[in-house]
């Protein structure tokens, strides 16, 4: 049965290659999407060398906020888990080597909701900050990163939604998410904020 599933995955990854890859604006080497859900503006997507993202992603880049330029960008390295929703209207960009489990999902747009006698679908979409997630970081189960950057070498944990910029080399949790440790380069050292870690507070308890 294990043989049986490297072969369909085999054949999926060779099949996207031959037939929906030389569509992007780029696509890399050793590079494989496991059968997606979706793909919107193709040509504005850009993949680099020996990314995986497994099956049931939805990735996109289109210009719903009239700007001139849309680019979704996913640097050398990075391994998405299954189901992520990457959704770029301006400019998401991955740096290289990030790690994201699965249900992610990544946007620099929102819905607009000022008409409240207007079904929201059939509001505007609002151009919100550009995306940047940093090179190494990882991004938990169940993540959301909304209109907002992500430094490198962060830990982003399961169920968080990140709405506001955060710094390189830091433990984000919560919704809103919040640094709860931040590495000291001094003394080499993952230092707590001041923010409840729940890492910690188990440890404590045991």
């Not at 696509?27 to 059968?35: E, P, Q, T, Y």
């Not at 040509?43 to 992603?57: E, K, Q």
């Not at 299954?82 to 740096?95: C, D, K, L, P």
Request: glycine residues 12%; contains cysteine.
């Amino acid at each position: 049965m294990f043989t049986l599933f490297r072969f369909q995955n085999l054949a999926a990854r060779v099949l996207f290659r031959i037939t929906v890859a030389p569509f992007f604006g780029s696509f890399g080497k050793r590079s494989a999407v496991l059968r997606p859900r979706g793909i919107e503006g193709i040509g504005r997507i850009s993949i680099g060398n020996n990314v995986y993202i497994a099956d049931g992603a939805l990735l996109a880049a289109v210009p719903h906020t009239g700007v001139d330029r849309c680019e979704l960008r996913i640097g050398d390295g990075c391994k998405f888990g299954a189901h992520n929703h990457i959704y770029a209207t301006r400019s998401v960009i991955f740096e290289d080597e990030v790690l994201t489990a699965g249900n992610v999902y990544v946007s620099d747009n929102g819905h607009g909701y000022d008409l409240p006698d207007t079904p929201i679908l059939r509001q505007p979409v609002q151009q919100l900050a550009p995306v940047r997630i940093g090179r190494g970081s990882w991004l938990g189960q169940n993540v959301c990163v909304i209109g907002a950057s992500v430094g490198r070498g962060c830990v982003v944990g399961a169920n968080s939604v990140v709405l506001s910029d955060l710094p390189d080399y830091c433990v984000a949790v919560g919704a809103p998410a919040r640094v709860v440790r931040q590495f000291d380069a001094a003394s080499g050292a993952w230092n707590r904020t001041g923010q409840p870690d729940a890492i910690s507070a188990l440890n404590e308890k045991g």
